[in-house]
């Protein structure tokens, strides 16, 4: 059967058609930005968001957008269906693995969870299993994830810096030897030219990324996107300003963590600390 081809020409990811209906009802109806978020009661730059499809919005916003364009239904089904959009994840994914290939340098933050590129298998296997992986698909995950730390090896590989929460270290994993040896990795992994390892105590407070892990990735033409991702679903942000305002969430972050020689000693007290086998 031939595969049927789209008739508007618009978008056929939920995501960006969701974003292009939105662009489209606004710019028909010749209101700004601000003037509807002034008619609407909400912040304009949300409605902006949307626009660029950085933010789907809440379904209370969506349903105040269909009663102002006249549109009973239309946007919040195109919400729903961009909300529940898994396509989309992968294809987002597969562009951010093709950049990340192409990357310079590499900067992370971790809220809960070692970043692959330090991962040991057994880490692997334990954090992608609670994910409810198993059998065949557990282990092509685990392959996949070991290949992807060959980006760290070589003469050309990128500068790698990475924040990890105290969260990330307090979370064991049940297997006690295979956590010593995912310590002695970090540790080992700290030690290489291109790599910075820090650890964001829990004694440095409240802090702004408090809930999403953030990938920059620098390019060879000069330019940095970003990756944010979170246990349901991951966004690459490429708009420069969008990226800018994460930099600056960053860069907040690195201040309040410790210096690379003090998370060493972080890590290496840890394993100090680990009780011994009878």
């Known amino acids: ?3 049927r081809r789209p008739i508007t020409g618009r978008s ?3 995501r960006q058609r969701f974003a292009e209906e939105l662009r489209t009802l606004r710019a028909a109806s ?3 930005l601000r003037a509807l978020g002034e008619r609407l009661g909400w912040d304009w ?3 902006g968001k949307m626009e660029k499809g ?4 809440s379904p209370e916003v969506v349903q105040a957008l ?3 364009y006249g549109t ?3 946007l919040l089904a195109l919400w729903e269906l961009a909300a529940g959009d898994h396509t989309q994840f992968r294809e987002r994914y597969r562009r951010y693995m093709a950049l990340e290939s192409e990357a310079v340098s590499l900067w992370h933050f971790a809220v809960s969870v070692l970043p692959g590129l330090l991962q040991t298998p057994g880490y692997a296997r334990e954090v992608l299993t609670a994910g409810g992986l198993k059998g065949k698909e557990l282990d ?3 392959d996949a994830r070991m290949g992807r730390r060959e980006l760290l090896e070589g003469e050309d590989a990128p500068r790698f810096r990475t924040i990890l929460s105290e969260a990330v270290l307090r979370t064991a994993l049940l297997n006690a030897h295979e956590w010593q040896g995912q310590l002695e990795h970090l540790a080992e992994m700290a030690e290489r030219p291109n790599v910075v390892v820090h650890v964001l105590p829990f004694s440095s407070g409240p802090y702004g990324l408090d809930s999403t892990d953030v990938w920059f990735l620098r390019l060879r033409q000069g330019r940095t996107v970003a990756y944010t991702e979170n246990a349901h679903r991951g966004d690459l942000i490429e708009d420069g300003e969008a990226v800018e305002k994460l930099q600056s969430a960053y860069d907040a972050v690195r201040d309040l963590a410790l210096t690379p020689a003090e998370s060493k000693k972080f890590v290496l007290r840890m394993l100090e600390e680990m009780p011994c086998e009878p």
């Open 30 to 32: 010749g209101m700004s």
């Open 72 to 74: 009973p239904g239309l």
């Open 12 to 14: 056929q990811e939920p």
């Open 45 to 47: 730059s949300l409605f």
């Open 140 to 142: 092509q995950q685990i």
């Open 1 to 3: 059967m031939a595969q």
């Open 66 to 68: 269909d009663t102002h």
């Open 54 to 57: 950085e933010t789907l919005g």
